[in-house]
């Protein structure tokens, strides 16, 4: 909660800058989501190769 109260009211302020103040309502639902998110990417991220436009990196 410590990191979502503040997180809402600066998204707040962003999306009604940038009217689109209906997209508030999607910021818990982000914030369920984001911590599955970043171990799913962080633990895909440990693999021992990777490819990218056609070059092997180690």
């Given at each position: 909660m410590i990191k979502c109260i503040p997180e809402w009211i600066f998204l707040g302020l962003v999306l009604g800058f940038l009217q689109k103040k209906r997209s508030i309502i999607y910021i818990p639902v982000t914030?369920?989501?984001y911590p599955f998110?970043?171990?799913l990417f962080g633990l895909a991220a440990q693999r021992p190769e990777y490819e990218w436009k056609g070059r092997k990196l180690v």
């Open positions: 914030q369920i989501i998110y970043v171990c």
